[in-house]
Every structure is written in structure tokens, then in C-alpha cells.
């Protein structure tokens, strides 16, 4: 009976581990575990990536995929096909290591969105083109905005970057990740992130699980995809409502994370 029940355990377990590919992609058996202490210096995030420019970022039998973890001496692993964060169609990637070589990452993914054309789905439009966007923990995402907005304001004059932080409002019930959207010139954009990379450093447990089960967060049998069922088109391609930016920050404070 032990046997039995060690066996059935063992097989549970592959069968969540499987949902996770070892090629790159995520592994959501366990959205329970504690994430683990990363060295000091590095951070984990996430960035998204819209599903019709997935395949050009694998690139073919992974290469793309091998090549942005050599270049960028990054550790990195892509959510596995029709894994999406909820209420969008795009896919997490896991980026972890210092911020000079995360930016290296992104930068990669980044031209891959700019100017690729995708191999499958709808065309990426001009706006999506423009923006990076990453993942992170709400403590994060309150000290890139500081106290009356005083950091991100200096981000965007500093760098001439749009930026857009999720709000408590805007975020996933339960879901302990915002969406950081920073949109401009990618040169600018990348300078940018460093930048928030190397606040978000200072910022106990700031980064992504990168174990953690997004199918507990999806809102409906669509698997939560834009448009779709349990989907919101407020979050496809061109992010959130892109309103007066600095209205904001009348509403956007640490609290609010």
C-alpha cells in the first residue's frame, strides 16, 4: 500500500514537473514552494513576450533561445506553449542574474519584437513594438513609482521613457506580480530597466517565483488570453488604457501596491 501510494506521488509529481520544459520553457509544478535565495547582486524577473513573436525568439531547434542565455550569461526559461499571464496572450520568461546582464536578455527579446516578423498569429502593432514589459513584486513596483512618484517621474525625464506601473486596481486577485511597461526609444527603454533593475535590487524578495502556477489565476476556461473568455482587452498588445500618464500618480502610491 506504501508503494502504491510513493508511486502515485512520484507520478503526480513528473506530471506537474512536465508542465514546465527543461528546454527554456517554465515548470509550474509547484506553486507552493518557496522561491530560493538568489546571491547577492542578482534578482529574478520576468518579462512578457507576445505569442506571435514566441517562435522567433526560440528560434529554430532553440537556437535564439541558447544564444540569449550565452550572450547574456543569464539564466532563463520561457513559459511553456498556451501558458499566459491572465488576461493577456503573452507568454512569461524568466530572466534571473545581475541587472547589466538581464538588460542583455531584454534587449535581446526586444529586437526580436522590433523586427521580426511573427510566424504565427496577428501582426504586432506599432505600439506593443515599443514597449518592454516586465514583472514584478508589488514592493517593487511601489519603489520604482516613490514617495508622490518622485522616482518614476525621474525615470522618464532622465531617459525620455513612457512608463506605466499596474495598480493595485489593475492587478490579478491574489496574483503577488505587477506589470512594468516602459515605452520609447529601446536604447532609452533599456537604460531604463537597468534603472529599475537596480532599485528593485534593494528591495527584499522584489523579484518573480519563477515556479509559480499562473493556471491558478486565470479567470475563465480561454485561459484567461486577451479577448477570449475570462480575457480583457484593456491588456492586449498595447498594454493598459494609455491616458494622461501623469494623472497617475493622484491616485498611485506605496499603499496602493
Not at 225 to 246: E, T, W
Request: hydrophobic letters at 30%.
Amino acid at each position: 500500500m506504501a508503494d502504491s501510494r510513493r508511486r502515485s506521488d512520484i507520478s503526480e509529481h513528473n506530471d506537474r514537473k512536465r508542465s514546465w520544459r527543461n528546454d527554456g520553457d517554465f515548470s509550474d509544478y509547484s506553486a507552493t514552494r518557496r522561491p530560493k535565495l538568489l546571491k547577492e547582486g542578482t534578482l529574478g524577473i520576468k518579462c512578457l513576450i507576445p505569442a506571435p513573436i514566441v517562435g522567433a525568439v526560440i528560434g529554430k531547434g532553440g537556437e535564439e533561445m541558447k544564444r540569449i542565455k550565452t550572450e547574456s550569461e543569464c539564466f532563463v526559461r520561457l513559459s511553456n506553449n498556451e501558458k499566459y499571464f491572465p488576461n493577456t496572450d503573452e507568454r512569461p520568461c524568466y530572466l534571473e542574474g545581475e541587472p547589466d546582464n538581464i538588460v542583455k536578455a531584454l534587449n535581446f527579446i526586444q529586437d526580436k519584437l522590433v523586427n521580426d516578423n511573427p510566424r504565427r498569429g496577428t501582426a504586432i502593432n506599432d505600439r506593443r513594438k515599443s514597449q518592454c514589459k516586465i514583472l514584478l513584486a508589488p514592493m517593487s513596483a511601489s519603489k520604482i513609482i516613490g514617495k508622490g512618484g518622485e522616482n518614476v517621474k525621474r525615470l522618464k525625464r532622465e531617459y525620455e521613457v513612457w512608463i506605466k506601473i499596474m495598480s493595485k486596481e489593475e492587478a490579478i486577485p491574489r496574483l503577488d506580480e505587477r506589470i512594468v511597461t516602459v515605452s520609447g526609444d529601446l536604447d532609452n527603454s533599456m537604460k531604463a530597466m537597468k534603472d529599475i533593475l537596480e532599485m528593485t535590487l534593494t528591495v527584499p524578495n522584489g523579484g518573480c517565483d519563477k515556479n509559480l502556477d499562473y493556471d491558478m489565476y486565470m479567470g475563465g476556461s480561454g485561459g484567461g488570453m486577451a479577448g477570449g473568455p475570462g480575457g480583457n482587452n484593456n491588456y492586449n498588445q498595447g498594454g493598459f488604457n494609455q491616458g494622461n500618464f501623469n494623472n497617475q500618480f493622484n491616485n498611485q502610491g506605496p499603499n496602493n501596491f
